[in-house]
């Protein structure tokens, strides 16, 4: 007898059966090493900061076997408003895998959508093997992707700098990101009103006091760790289990404010340590203006590979940059 595949829509009440799922579904890397993701007792806490996402659970002859979260938002590439289907979040337990899980949720999920985007998308390192192996038939990989950068915080605390925004800052925060941001692909210019939707959406993990500001720049960071944990695997089988750090989830800086920008992000690692977390990841890619910042304050660089399968990649993008929106990866 056949296995039987059911797929449902997932609740709050799923919660803690979707943690135990993504934490007993690690990713395997080529290099032998895995990480597996812990989100605790609040599973959608992430979630919850990129505002509409459907979270599914498949289900094998009853017995829960893996998720799958997607979300719409917009986005500009070559200068277009696109509306575009990101999937994360997927896992499937080991056990049941070959069954064609993935197939049924996918399928589940663009009826979901459908009529409703434009193209999915999605970042996949080049380590990743079973998920390159997913995409490698896929079309619209662009020439290049983002790079995820981790900052160490230890090396990089400095004084206090700037303040906590609030939202009588609004129209300058709007400047300074749409400035610092401007012409890289995916970036969706701020209005005030767009960005105090984002800060509005879970204001207890990333609202107003969430940014800081200088002259001329702009820092926002979610403290990740305080939702999010982590079990690395290596190569030798050796196990690390840690707290996430911050995530850089919004940041920009004017024309010969580097500066800032780089002491902004300083006054945020001496903040993270306070909160016994060592490390602050951004997202950038090697031709935006923010590289040589985050790249001079770097411990380690790991590329993604990038697709917009229904999109082509806009003429001169490498040149122009691309951006990533933190909240969504």
Known sequence: MGNTIRIREATL?????????????????????????DRGDDYFASARLMGSVRAT????DGEPAGVFCTTVHPALIGGERRRMLYFH????????QGLGIGKALADDMFEHWKGRFDSPYWYISPLNAHSQAFARSAPNKWSF????????????????????????????????????????EMFLPYTADSLAERLGRGPEQYGWSSIWIAEGAVVGVWPEGNWIGTRVTGSDGTTTFSRSGG?????????????????L??????????QEMGELTVFTSIHSRSWPVFQAMSAS??????????????????ERGLYVDHIYF
């Open 145 to 184: 992707g983002p790079a995820w950068v981790s900052l160490p915080c230890e090396a990089n605390a400095g004084p206090p700098c700037g303040r906590p925004a609030t939202r009588e800052d609004a129209d300058e925060i709007v400047s300074i990101l749409n400035t610092g941001h401007e012409g890289e």
């Open 57 to 60: 659970l498949a289900e094998v």
């Open 247 to 263: 995530a850089v989830l919004d940041y920009g800086f004017l024309p010969g404010a580097g500066g800032q920008l780089r002491d």
């Open 301 to 318: 660089v790991s590329q993604f590979d990038f697709w917009t399968a229904a999109i082509q990649e806009p003429a001169n993008a490498r």
């Open 265 to 274: 992000l300083r006054a945020w690692c001496s903040w993270l340590l306070e």
């Open 13 to 37: 009440a799923d919660a803690a059966l979707l943690s135990e799922i993504e934490r007993n579904s690690p990713l395997e890397f080529a290099d032998g090493s895995s990480l597996a993701i």
């Open 89 to 96: 979040h997927t896992r499937i337990l080991p056990r049941f």
